[in-house]
């Protein structure tokens, strides 16, 4: 054979194999959770498969700061304000801030910096999910003044889907997207307990996952490590809970904890020494509790391609804050 030929061969060899990882790729549905993206996951076996509830966009916009009967600080799980939706149609006036924008912490002048805002409501709900809370009560627990000026917009920071995915080219995707998703897919299938995919999102089985889940391989679904190692909240948090709500005299604090995914589906026991003293202290509603009611009525309570409350779930926890929410304002 002679040289050229040798390299001819080589070349169509070459793009016949580019080829065929470009037709897997553009073949892979594209992404739309957040946990398939990293975890490279295949949507068309993780993907929500029911269609999301409908939110007119009139209860969606927040109140400038200066109407607003309630302040919420919040992280992702309030940047949709599909939650707040619940509280705004019934004509209470909603604005949102997130942890992000005051440094993940709760300064001892909170009161001091929300008045020059011009917020003149008298709740503020403050929302964490459980494995990020023991951080930013650390944080608060070392912070006598707020550092950042006041800002909150009108519109939803995100708007999340609001209709399953169409069938799609993902023109998008990596070339060689496609075939590591396959892989990672395929593993996650086969093992018979947990798999850590791309080295970032751990896959569980789930008991009863199909009653829970919309999604194809419903038996199972994708989690943060984190929800693990971040290690659960305990009494003493609880504690540093109502010292912050009981020094921001002039408001009430009411909490909104939402429970890691994977105390919601894997370990219902995680955390639960926080969740009866929180009870007992009335710093706001238990969604640990609500929410294992709540994953047995509701399917995708969660998101199962992320990490998440779906529309669904998010509706549901708005109409438990509304209840809570009821009980201070007349």
């Known amino acids: 054979m002679t040289p050229a030929k040798l390299w001819l061969r080589i070349f169509l060899a070459g793009f016949a194999l580019i080829c065929g990882l470009l037709v897997v790729t553009l073949k892979t549905p594209p ?129 999340p889907l609001d209709h399953v995915p169409a069938p799609a080219i993902n023109w998008d995707g990596k070339l060689t997207s496609g075939l590591n998703i396959y892989r990672n897919t395929k593993r996650a299938r086969e093992a018979s307990g947990d798999f850590l995919s791309n080295k970032r999102i751990l896959v569980r089985p789930v008991a009863d996952g199909c009653s829970m889940f919309s999604s194809q391989l419903c038996d199972r679904a994708p989690f943060w490590p984190a929800d693990d190692e971040n290690g659960e909240l305990t009494v003493q948090h609880v504690a540093q809970m109502r010292a912050i709500s009981e020094a921001q005299r002039p408001r009430s604090i009411l909490w909104m904890v939402i429970p890691n995914k994977t105390t919601v589906y894997v370990k219902p026991e995680h955390s639960k020494d926080f969740v009866t003293a929180f009870e007992a202290a009335g710093l706001g509603p238990d969604l640990f509790s609500f929410s294992q009611v709540q994953k047995q009525k509701v399917r995708d309570y969660y998101f199962p391609n ?25």
């Open 31 to 159: 992404f739309y959770g957040d946990m398939t993206r990293i975890g490279l996951l295949s949507e068309n076996a993780f993907g929500w498969t029911i269609e999301p509830p409908q939110v007119p966009a009139e209860f969606l916009r927040a109140a400038p700061v200066a109407e607003a009967d309630i302040l919420v600080i919040g992280d992702s799980f309030s940047m949709s304000n599909r939650w707040q939706s619940e509280l705004t149609r019934t004509g209470l006036r909603v604005t949102t801030i997130f942890w992000g924008q005051i440094n993940e912490a709760l300064c001892g002048d909170l009161d001091a910096w929300l008045d020059p805002a011009g917020f003149r409501g008298k709740v503020v709900i403050v929302e964490s999910v459980e494995r990020l809370l023991a951080d930013r009560l650390a944080n608060s627990q070392t912070c006598a003044k707020m550092q950042k000026p006041f800002s909150a917009g009108l519109k939803p920071f995100f708007a």
């Open 306 to 330: 992320d990490t998440h409350l779906s529309m669904h779930g998010q509706l549901g926890v708005g109409q438990r804050m509304l209840e809570a929410v009821r009980q201070i304002l007349p």
